[in-house]
C-alpha cells in the first residue's frame, strides 16, 4: 500500500470573509448555550454564578459567514475578567461583552448577549425559618449602531396564584363567602405562577436582583417554598386565598411596586413584566405582560 503522503498544511483565507453578490443581511447570528462561571461582588458578598450565555452579532448581504471564534474569545476574556477581579453583577458582565463583540466583528453594527443564571437566596419560610430558595437571574446588553448601549437585569420566580373567578362562582351557588366559623375564604382553584421582571439598568444607576425577587414573591396570591411543614402548608393556601388573583393582577402589582421600588429612575428606563399560570383545571396556561417604560406606566398609560 502505497504511504499517504502528509503536506504542510498553508493558512488559507477564512471562508467566512467570502464576499456574496446576491446575499441577505442577518439580523442575528452567533453562539447559543455556553456555560461558564462569572464572579459577582456587591459590598461585602462574592457570589461565583454558573451562567448560560448567548451571543449574536449581525452579518452583512456581503459576507459569507460570522466568526463565531471570537464570540468565544470575548465570553473567555470577559470571564477571565470577573474570576480575577469580580464584577458589580451579570448585567455588568453582559455589557462588556456586548463591547467586546462589536471591536472583534468590525463588520456588524447590532450586538446582543444575553445570560441567565440559578440564584440562591436565603428567604423564611411562613413560620419564619430560613429557607434556602432558588431563583433566576437574567442580564441582557444589546449595542445597536452608534446609540448608547443598552443593559438590563431580570429575575424570574415561581409563585402560586388562587383563580378570583372560581372563587366568586363558588360564592355564588353557595350564597355565602364564609364557609366555617373562622371566616375562611371561599374555595377556589390554583395555579403554580411563572413571573418575572426585566428592567434596564441606565448608566450611573443600580438595580438590585434581590430587591426585583422581594418584588415578585410580594406580587403573587401567594409566595411558594422548598420546604414546608403541614402547618406552614396550611398557611400557604390561605394566604393564597386570601389573595385571588389573575396573572394580569400579578403583572400590574408588579408594576405598581417598581414604580414604589424606582421613584427616581428616568421615564425612559424600560421595564418587562410578564406572568404565566400553569392551569390547573385547564389543559392551556394563562398569560400576561407589559412592555413599557416607566414614563408610560407613571402618567397611566
Not at 139 to 152: E, W
Not at 264 to 292: C, G, M, Q, W, Y
Amino acid at each position: 500500500m502505497a504511504a499517504i503522503k502528509v503536506m504542510d498544511i498553508q493558512a488559507s483565507a477564512d471562508v467566512q470573509n467570502r464576499r456574496l453578490a446576491k446575499g441577505f443581511m442577518l439580523t442575528r447570528v452567533g453562539v447559543t448555550g455556553v456555560k461558564k462561571p462569572v464572579r459577582v461582588v456587591r459590598g461585602e458578598t462574592a457570589n461565583t454564578l454558573f451562567c448560560t450565555i448567548d451571543v449574536y452579532v449581525d452579518l452583512p448581504s456581503t459576507q459569507k459567514g460570522s466568526h463565531l471564534s471570537r464570540n468565544l474569545e470575548a465570553i473567555n476574556e470577559e470571564v477571565e475578567k470577573s474570576l480575577r477581579s469580580g464584577l458589580p453583577g451579570i448585567e455588568v458582565f453582559a455589557a462588556g461583552l456586548c463591547r467586546s463583540l462589536r471591536e472583534k466583528h468590525e463588520y456588524s453594527t447590532y450586538a446582543e448577549v444575553r445570560v441567565t443564571a440559578d440564584y440562591f437566596m436565603q428567604r423564611p419560610g411562613p413560620s419564619g425559618k430560613p429557607n434556602l430558595e432558588s431563583f433566576k437571574i437574567m442580564a441582557q446588553a444589546v449595542s445597536r449602531n452608534t446609540d448608547v448601549l443598552k443593559k438590563m437585569i431580570g429575575v424570574e420566580v415561581i409563585g402560586m396564584t388562587a383563580c378570583p373567578c372560581a372563587m366568586e362562582t363558588v360564592r355564588e351557588q353557595y350564597g355565602s363567602n364564609v364557609t366555617m366559623e373562622d371566616c375562611l375564604p371561599m374555595i377556589s382553584h390554583n395555579q403554580r405562577n411563572v413571573s418575572s421582571v426585566m428592567m434596564e439598568v441606565p448608566e450611573s444607576w443600580d438595580v438590585e436582583a434581590n430587591d426585583l425577587i422581594e418584588i415578585v414573591e410580594a406580587s403573587f396570591s401567594s409566595p411558594t417554598y422548598e420546604v414546608l411543614k403541614r402547618s406552614d402548608e396550611a398557611k400557604v393556601v390561605l394566604q393564597a386565598h386570601l389573595e385571588p388573583k389573575f396573572v394580569e393582577d400579578v403583572v400590574r402589582t408588579i408594576l405598581g411596586k417598581v414604580l414604589e421600588r424606582y421613584p427616581d429612575l428616568p421615564d425612559e428606563t424600560l421595564v418587562t413584566a410578564r406572568s404565566e399560570s400553569e392551569e390547573s383545571i385547564h389543559k392551556h396556561n394563562a398569560f400576561a405582560e407589559r412592555v413599557s417604560t416607566l414614563g408610560d406606566i407613571r402618567s397611566g398609560a
